[in-house]
């Protein structure tokens, strides 16, 4: 194969599919190997919920969640039918850290960044709340905000289709067997494991988005790199 790729990405979760999703939407030429099906890892076993970050207020990363708080209402303008609300509450007792700190911490999550989509945070009478039923008797009041939820495995296909109608070239049941870098070009040797057929692919960048497997395929790669 002549053609040489601006971009060469291993593994097709949600980050994989995301990066050449955003790289083909910039006019990158594109192509990604999955070496079973899209989502097959961790990217179709996650929790489901796209949140801002609550808990990293703690640690004072504000720009942090404000970023995340803004990524949260961009999935929700651009995937609203699988991207959805979810109130969610947090109960308070006299053990716990003191309400008004939680209170705070409300407050900032609802104003780092202002949400079009969802419905701010509020206190709540858990003696008078639908979630009373469930709760023990210890927890009085508590507190109610929103974060989103999805369907994990589907926002990542979504994200491999958009990239192909960019442009990109997405292959599953592919395995990357050997990289090589020579004379500042990277040659990528695959395997499609259904059909037997083998291919070199040629691409200036490389990029790993294995995730677990993220060390181990570094690990084999770089002892094959001339």
Not at 68 to 87: F, G, M, Q, W, Y
Not at 179 to 205: F, M, P, R
């Amino acid at each position: 194969m002549n053609k040489i790729y601006d971009i060469f990405i291993v593994g097709g979760g949600i980050n994989g599919c995301g990066i050449a999703r955003d790289a083909a939407s910039r006019g990158y030429s594109v192509s990604l190997a999955e070496k079973n099906d899209l989502s097959s890892g961790t990217s179709s076993a996650s929790s489901k919920l796209i949140h801002g970050g609550l808990r990293y207020l703690e640690n004072y990363e504000f720009l942090l969640v404000r970023k995340a708080l803004k990524e949260r209402d961009t999935l929700l303008n651009i995937a609203p039918h699988i991207v959805k609300e979810s109130r969610i509450i947090l109960p308070h007792h006299k053990g716990l850290r003191p309400a008004w700190i939680l209170k705070l911490g409300m407050m900032l999550y609802d104003n780092l960044y202002l949400s079009s989509f969802i419905k701010r945070s509020k206190s709540i009478d858990i003696s008078s709340h639908e979630s009373q039923g469930v709760l023990l008797d210890s927890y009085s009041k508590g507190f109610e905000y929103s974060d989103c939820s999805a369907d994990d495995s589907r926002l990542t296909i979504l994200n491999a289709v958009d990239a192909k109608k960019f442009g990109a070239h997405i292959s599953t049941r592919t395995f990357v067997n050997k990289i090589e870098q020579i004379d500042n070009i990277w040659e990528i040797q695959t395997t499609n494991s259904l059909s037997g057929e083998s291919q070199t692919v040629k691409a200036k960048v490389v990029i790993n988005a294995t995730g677990p497997w993220v060390d181990t395929f570094l690990k084999d790669s770089y002892r094959k790199i001339k």
